[in-house]
């Protein structure tokens, strides 16, 4: 059996790369999430370093003489901005003084309530610094001295790219391991699909027995569940085929024996009467095996496959009993029988396919000139009741009541039927009818003598 398993790969590699990239995303979310934390409480620490410094420096400011003085040794702001990564500013100002220490380009910014604390981003220098600001009212001068400290912001950003390095690391070892037991999940989830697969790819091409659902989980139940309807649809056509192909070559052998026969007759005949009279017995022989190979295809058409191709749309009973009944004139004058035809005026509409029904007819017109009686009468009655239908009747000798189910099984004939007929008629106008969704209804004919087929229609269209 030829099985692609190409695709069957690529499900799973389908599945991991979809749940990769969830994980992907969650990992990525949660490295971002840790950054902006550990970030937040480095932040913490170095602000509270920077807020202490502050403090210390705001207790140097003091009134003198009625300005503000602020008073720190040298060696001690040495020690204050001394830093080996960032670079540390103060500013000390007063409002009625203006600039009185430090870095004069640190900006002020808006004033603070006196005790107050500010802390901000800014620039300085074209670098982006941390800034904090308090504000105080020495002595009973009464003008606000501003005390600001500010820092670069490398140790922060070190510290922000070594908490992401060290977390790239088991950010990536997790993510290896999620991808792992995603692996093995998704192998797992699909076993019973590849369980499946496998099962159908080790039986030999002509078991079609289904298979077995015990244990599967539904999703591949349903999955087998639909195999199995489609093994067991294969199978009953197979079978219904098989049966058809040794029927059909049963019933050719008899005319193509008889043919070979009246042939080799009408060879050895010694004279020219004796070979006329072989070759008109080839000629019926011949003749049967025709009607026979006809009939046979009729029944392959009306295949339940074949109603796929069925062309279905309105068609008129009166026109169809009209032109098929006109075929077999010459049949019924052969036979001196009366042939009617008693359709109503208005067409009786129906939906089928018009060949198909036309088979039908001719097949129930042929049966009542053949059995019926020779000189007697033959009727085709289109109705146009609630349901429409179409009958043909004869006044032959009818069909027993016991034989009635019978004679629309293939090959089946009566017991001592006349003619050449093979027993297919009747099977083809069944399965038409059931095309259809037609019934066929066999009855005794009027005055009780003959017989009566009434195919019922479903209703008026
Ligand atoms: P065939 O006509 O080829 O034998 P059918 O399936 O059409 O096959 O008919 C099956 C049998 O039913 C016939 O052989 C015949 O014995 C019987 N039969 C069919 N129609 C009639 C009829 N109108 N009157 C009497 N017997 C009939």
Redesign the pocket.
């Known amino acids: 059996m030829l099985v692609q398993t190409g695709s069957r790969a690529s499900l799973r590699v389908r599945m991991l790369l979809r749940l990769a990239a969830v994980l992907a995303v969650l990992l990525g979310l949660d490295g971002v999430v840790s950054y902006l934390t550990a970030l937040h409480f480095a932040n913490l620490v170095y602000d509270r370093w920077l807020i202490d410094s502050t403090r210390s420096l705001a207790q140097a400011v003091r009134p003198e003489h009625g300005r503000i003085q602020f008073d720190v040794p040298r060696v001690a702001l040495e020690i204050f901005q001394f830093d080996e990564v960032d670079e540390t500013y103060f500013k000390v100002s007063s409002r009625g003084q203006g600039f009185i220490a430090g870095e004069r380009a640190l900006p002020d910014g808006a004033p603070i309530a006196t005790g107050g604390l500010r802390l901000t981003y800014t620039s300085l220098n074209g670098e982006r610094v941390r800034l904090v600001s308090t504000s105080l009212s020495p002595g009973s001068a009464g003008d606000p001295v501003t005390v600001s400290v500010a820092e670069t912001l490398k140790k922060r950003s070190t510290l922000a790219e070594e908490i992401l390095l060290g977390m790239a690391a088991p950010q990536t070892a997790l993510l290896g391991i999620a991808a792992l037991l995603a692996w093995l999940g998704v192998s797992r989830g699909l076993k019973p699909l590849t369980d499946l697969a496998a099962q159908i790819e080790a039986r030999g091409q002509s078991n079609l027995a289904p298979v077995p659902l015990g244990g599967m989980p539904r999703e591949t139940r349903v999955l087998a569940a639909r195999i199995n309807h489609l093994l067991g649809h294969l199978d009953r056509t197979l079978r219904a085929q098989k049966r058809f192909v040794a029927d059909a070559a049963h019933q050719l052998r008899t005319p193509l024996a008889a043919v070979l026969l009246h042939a080799e007759a009408a060879e050895r005949a010694p004279d020219m009467p004796g070979a006329r009279e072989a070759l008109r017995a080839l000629h019926r022989s011949v003749e049967r095996a025709a009607r026979l190979s006809q009939?046979l295809l009729a029944l392959a058409r009306t295949d339940p496959e074949a109603s796929l191709a069925m062309q279905m749309g309105p068609v008129d009973l009166v026109a169809l009993a009209r032109r098929t009944g006109e075929e077999w004139i010459p049949r019924a004058l052969a036979r001196d029988i009366d042939f009617g035809l008693v359709v109503p005026e208005e067409p009786v509409i129906v939906h089928g396919d018009e060949r198909l029904l036309g088979e039908l007819l001719s097949?129930l017109i042929?049966?009542?000139l053949?059995?019926?009686n020779a000189s007697g009468h033959v009727t085709v009655r289109v109705e146009a009741a609630t349901r429409p239908a179409l009958s043909v009747q004869?006044d032959?000798?009818?069909?027993p009541l016991q034989e009635r189910a019978k004679?629309?099984e293939r090959f089946?004939?009566?017991p001592g039927?006349s003619?050449e007929?093979?027993?297919?008629?009747?099977?083809i106008v069944e399965e038409i009818a059931n095309l259809h969704r037609c019934e066929v209804e066999l009855t005794t004919g009027s005055d009780n003598r003959?017989?009566r087929?009434t195919v019922h229609f479903g209703s008026l269209t």
């Open positions: 009939q097949n042929d049966n009542a053949r059995y019926g004869d032959g000798p009818g069909i004679i629309f089946y004939r009566l039927a003619g007929g093979c027993g297919l008629g009747l099977a003959g017989s087929f």
